[in-house]
Nanobody, 115 residues
Framework: QVQLVESGGGLVQPGGSLRLSCAAS????????MGWYRQAPGKQRELVAA???????NYANSVKGRFTISRDNAKRTVNLQMNSLKPEDTAVYYC?????????WGQGTQVAVSS
């Protein structure tokens, strides 16, 4: 079965950087559309960034120029490089995969931006 496992969350000061990784298994990774979502307390889950199998990317306006999504099809991983972090980036970040017309989610990793 499809599994997504996130890693790399933590506590960082404003202006700092974090790199999230998501390891995928149980699917033909190269044809899956991958994405990162986040959910802050009391708010709806929102798209942060997405990348297609061919490498086309899409970002939320709030993270453009600060976050970069990438994928390594050989390693079956998708990464989110987060720079210039702000307190409002604090949330649980989820890896998402759309594969064979089904959507799959990881368990989430906490990112906290605070001084």
């Amino acid at each position: 079965q499809v599994q997504l496992v996130e890693s790399g969350g933590g506590l960082v000061q404003p202006g700092g950087s974090l790199r999230l990784s998501c390891a995928a298994s149980g699917m033909i990774f190269s044809i899956a559309a991958m994405g990162w979502y986040r959910q802050a307390p009391g708010k709806q889950r929102e798209l942060v960034a997405a990348i297609t199998g061919s490498g086309n990317t899409n970002y939320a306006n709030s993270v453009k120029g600060r976050f970069t999504i990438s994928r390594d099809n050989a390693k079956r991983t998708v990464n989110l490089q987060m720079n210039s972090l702000k307190p409002e980036d604090t949330a649980v970040y989820y890896c998402d995969a759309v594969y064979m017309n089904r959507e799959y989610w990881g368990q989430g990793t906490q990112v906290a931006v605070s001084s």
